[in-house]
């Protein structure tokens, strides 16, 4: 029989709880921790109540704005609801509770999960194999170039060089600088294209890939990407498929029938798993068979009897990219994302996302200057360029948003167009969702026109005002500077300087 609890025995007349006991007593911090690592006296912490724990956190968040608040027109970060039904799903106790060291044979619901999502991805994207190991996009880009250039040195060639369209994400020259190429920067044409003539120029037998997406960055689809495949694998490189832009063409056209060897997805951008917040995020890539021999290990396969199992033993793999096996928590909520649509409701996805995306542009032609003729893929970029005259900017247009209540599309990017505002839709957000937002692109125009001064100076209705962005990046808020340590914040300065 066990003691009751010690502070049932200052309340006399209280019947004593009987808890039973595990026959484990923790030890001491002074003999589990080095005597370097022990506090010489309490840690400083306020001391609050519950109601007042609980009310802080709810102004935080109710200073936060998420999906949940209103719409993201964020271009290339595809920013689309993530249904409620697949965070449960990654909360089932047998997933949430699994422990990446316990045996195979204990894990085999979480395997085959593992084994079906990379099917499903390998027929959306036209690949022969996934791995479902890389942390992030950026992390896909990386690990799909360590295995083309393992695949080169298995062929005894050195080469040295990676192409990259000038519309590129960032993300692309890193990555491959990362892995060490020289990074080579291919043209786009007058159209937003990649120009094949200047494709042509730079290939040669240093290339080792070119890296692409498509639909491109500017929401166009790349029409002569077959000849552009066919040019690359003639000097034999490797053409690599960035999947940031795939929400435009799940269910439609696949990467791998347009030539690509290998393609990294978002699960974060098209398959609905959350997205921001410095993670976890997942970015599995796909192969074609000749690059298959150098996936990241462990890959998941199952045997005759149907039992699925880790295999290690692979031989010209570049290694394992990532602790354990992925980010298994977003594999879930992908795969509960591709089993719920199914192979028509992706499908319909991209449609509705193209569609919404030619249907807001179409709105704003006479609003920003459009600098692409044509329809456009599942975003577009426009330009803030025709407000000029007036001083106004697009970091003004993109305030101006925030006043308004909409979060801000990406802004100076594509580098190619100058001020740039960048909108990606999405297929999740209504017809009334997509006015509003129009209406308020044209109540800033309208404002551009008549009173600048007061557009530079949104926004006003917001915890945080306009800052001094310079001072921002030169003088960033360190959580772990604390006042007096002789570092003037931006937040200080911001109110003396802010426009």
Known sequence: MTEPLSYEKSRPGLPAPRLPQAGVEAPAPEAALPAGALREHPADLPRLSEPELMRHYSRLSAMNYSISENFYPLGSCTMKYNPVANEQAARLPGFAWLHPYQPEETAQGALELMWRLERALC?????????????????????????????????????????????????????????????????????????????????????????????????????????????????????YYDGANLNALMGICRPGDMGFDAVHLNLHKTFTTPHGGGGPGAG???????????????????????????????????GRVRSFYGNFGMLVRAYAYIAAMGGDGLTQASEDAVLAANYVRSRLQGVLDLPHHGPCQHEFVASARNLAPSGVRAVDVAKGLLQRGFYAPTIYFPLIVPEAVMIEPTETESKATLDAFVAALQDIVRQAESDPDAL????????VGRLDEVAAARKPVLRWQRPGSGSESASETSSETSS
Not at 179 to 200: F, H, K, N, P, W
Not at 456 to 463: G, K, M, S, V, Y
């Open 123 to 239: 027929e959306i994207v036209g690949v022969d194999r996934v791995c479902l190991q890389p942390a992030a996009g950026a992390h896909g880009e990386w690990t799909a170039l360590r295995m083309i250039q393992a695949y080169h040195r298995a062929r005894g060639e050195q080469r040295t060089q990676v192409l990259v369209p000038d519309s590129a994400h960032g993300t692309n020259p890193a990555s491959a600088a990362l892995t060490g190429y020289q990074v080579v920067e291919v043209r786009s044409g007058a159209d937003g294209r990649i120009s094949l003539s200047d494709l042509e120029a730079k290939l040669g037998p240093d290339v080792a890939a070119l890296m692409l997406t498509n639909p491109n960055t500017l929401g166009l689809f790349e029409r002569e990407i077959l000849e552009v495949a066919k040019r690359v694998h003639a000097s034999g490189a490797k053409l």
């Open 284 to 318: 599995p890539v796909g192969v074609k068979a000749d690059l298959e021999p150098f996936l990241p290990r462990p890959t998941v396969e199952v045997d005759s009897e149907g039992a699925y199992r880790l295999d290690f033993e692979r031989p010209q793999s570049i």
């Open 456 to 463: 530079h100076a949104q926004p006003t209705n917001l915890p």
